[in-house]
């Protein structure tokens, strides 16, 4: 039996990372009911690195290596600050307006590229930038009685993912994929038990089994995207990534009782659309000028 074409595989794998983020969301949220946030971050990443380490250490594979540790360092440094604060979203805030403003990412993605990396930035994509933010202020609502501080949490973790999608730019041209997500969780796990210490509470009962699914949707989630942008370009598939949306709404409904209210349905629609013109139009200018993929946005948790 033939394989499905790469496009049709590209879109699958895509459909599956997404569901695996959005269920490591929601089970972020279901142990942050009991946990401090920080103790969830260190076992998403504990049980990350143990669902990590049998794909990485396969018989016959060798060790992954990098002359690049302090590069690494730095990296899961940025990567925990912004993983700390997406995580106190999702455990504090709406899921419907955690995710919403999670997916900006890409919006500051491209303004840290201008100044970053130094790339030309066109005035359709600086237009499509403008639009996002005013999607991001529709949601945050500053000045109304709607406005809630927490909402700059999420917001300060899309900014700082956009500084970790540059770095994993630059890493892969260093290293292998596999070596930059196995060096970036070898450093996350004793770098996230440092601030969990200082609320630790011992997990207890069901929570341990949130945990466990935090850590494997978590990694699952990452591997699949990144073998799904491998085969299909990044344009075509973000469509498909917003479908992580619809689903933490439906069940942030069913499990929590919450509501999506029209700000931010009305907010993260214009977020979503920027997004996805800001990726077609990185890809469009990617293929003319035949250079690699565009930057992505970082995904939750990394």
């Known amino acids: 039996m033939a394989a499905p074409p790469a496009p049709l595989r590209a879109a699958l794998l895509m459909l599956a990372s997404t569901v695996s983020f959005g269920l490591m969301a929601i089970n972020i949220r279901l142990a942050s009911q009991s946990l401090e946030t920080t103790e969830v971050a260190f076992f998403r990443n504990a049980f990350g690195l143990l669902a990590l380490l049998p794909l990485v250490l396969r018989p016959g ?3 992954p290596r990098t002359q690049h540790l302090p590069r690494y360092l730095i990296r899961t440094v940025i990567g925990l600050a912004s993983m700390l604060c997406g995580f106190w979203a999702i455990g504090h805030l709406p ?4 995710i919403s403003l999670s997916y900006s990412t890409p919006l500051f993605v491209t303004i840290a590229a201008v100044f ?3 790339e030309k930035v066109h005035m ?6 403008a639009a996002g933010f005013i999607g991001v202020l529709v949601i945050l609502r500053p000045g109304s009685s709607q406005f809630s501080p927490g909402l700059l949490v999420a917001v300060a973790a899309a900014v700082i993912s956009a500084i970790v999608a540059i770095q994993i730019k630059q890493l892969s041209r260093l290293d292998a994929p596999d070596t930059v997500v196995f060096y970036t969780y070898l450093f996350w796990v004793p770098m996230s038990l440092v601030p969990a210490l200082f609320q630790w509470h011992w997990p207890q009962g069901i929570t341990w089994l949130w945990l466990v699914c935090t850590g494997v949707f978590g990694t699952g989630g990452q591997l699949l995207w990144t073998r799904a942008l491998k085969l299909g370009e990044v344009s075509a598939l973000q469509p498909i990534s917003f479908m992580q949306l619809p689903l933490v709404i439906v069940m942030g409904w069913w ?5 999506l209210d029209g700000w931010t349905a009305l907010g993260a629609g214009i977020i979503l659309g920027s997004t996805a013109y800001i990726a077609h139009r990185e890809a469009t200018l990617a293929r003319r000028a035949a250079t690699n993929a565009p930057v992505e946005g970082a995904k939750p948790g990394e």
Not at 95 to 98: D, K, R, V
Not at 124 to 129: I, K, N, S
Not at 255 to 259: A, I, K, Q, T, V
């Open 61 to 63: 594979k060798p060790l």
């Open 95 to 98: 899921l419907s307006q955690a």
């Open 116 to 118: 970053w990396l130094g």
């Open 124 to 129: 359709r994509r600086w237009l499509a930038v």
């Open 255 to 259: 499990l929590f009782g919450e509501r």
